[in-house]
């Protein structure tokens, strides 16, 4: 079945540092490959997508690239702020699956001054 | 900007007890989802609805009920609430069944069985 796999966190960064984010994925066909991020205290909100291989998806900074050949969704942000800490998810959705997303386990951010 | 609205936000229950949790979304979705989060394990879908009057089972489905008499509603009920149950249930919609397609969730609901 489909899987997503992300790398464990907590992760911690000073501000202004490079964040990587690990994703890889398991999934039959052509998914659609989504970054979500949970802000303390509130639900899930899309941060950025992409729906087929070597599209980029961007939003506030933060960026991913769709990698079939490596089966890869890595997020990646430049200069990351104290308003960045949050918990994101990577996560597919396959044609045929009524849009059901599937969820990696989700990596926690902490950004520190 | 309403989007999903979940209701209660916390509850505790004692084994054995029953409830209803609510969703409700003012943005004419047809598509409607139940997620519960646990740590280290993401999110896991419970049930879903691709329309009013349609339910489906998702991968961890045991244990709950859900219904969908309302375009705009979809219920969650767990009929004899289990300690394994203890979790934080979130709603999502979108507006269609596309791998495209944004799903909107609600704040979450945090439940603790005793």
């Known amino acids: 079945g489909d899987s997503v796999t992300q790398m464990e966190g907590p992760v911690t960064l000073s501000e202004e540092a490079f964040l990587t984010i690990n994703c890889t994925y398991t999934?039959?066909?052509?998914?659609?490959l989504f970054w979500y991020v949970q802000y303390p205290g509130e639900g899930l909100q899309l941060l950025l997508k992409?729906?087929?291989?070597?599209d980029k998806g961007s939003n506030k900074g933060f960026e991913a690239t769709y990698r079939k050949e490596t089966t890869s969704f890595h997020l990646e942000k430049g200069s990351v702020q104290v308003s960045d800490s949050a918990v994101y998810f990577c996560?597919?959705?396959?044609?045929?699956?009524?849009?059901?997303?599937?969820f990696g386990t989700g990596t926690q951010l902490k950004v520190e001054l | 900007n309403a989007g999903v609205t979940q209701t209660p936000k916390f509850r505790v229950l004692k084994t054995g007890q029953s409830m209803t949790l609510l969703c409700a979304q003012d943005m004419n979705h047809e598509y409607m989802y139940w997620y519960r989060q646990d740590p280290g394990m993401g999110l896991r879908l419970i049930h879903y609805s691709v329309g009013e009057g349609t339910t489906a089972k998702g991968e961890v489905p045991d244990g709950y009920n859900v219904s969908r008499l309302k375009k705009q509603n979809f219920l969650l009920g767990l009929e004899s609430a289990a300690p394994s149950q203890t979790s934080v249930y979130f709603c999502?919609?979108?507006?269609?069944?596309?791998?495209?397609?944004?799903?909107?969730f609600g704040q979450g609901t945090r439940l603790t069985v005793v």
């Open positions: 992409a729906t087929k291989a070597d």
């Open positions: 999502a919609s979108s507006s269609e069944g596309g791998v495209r397609t944004e799903a909107f």
């Open positions: 996560a597919l959705s396959r044609t045929g699956g009524g849009n059901k997303l599937t």
């Open positions: 999934a039959t066909g052509y998914p659609s």
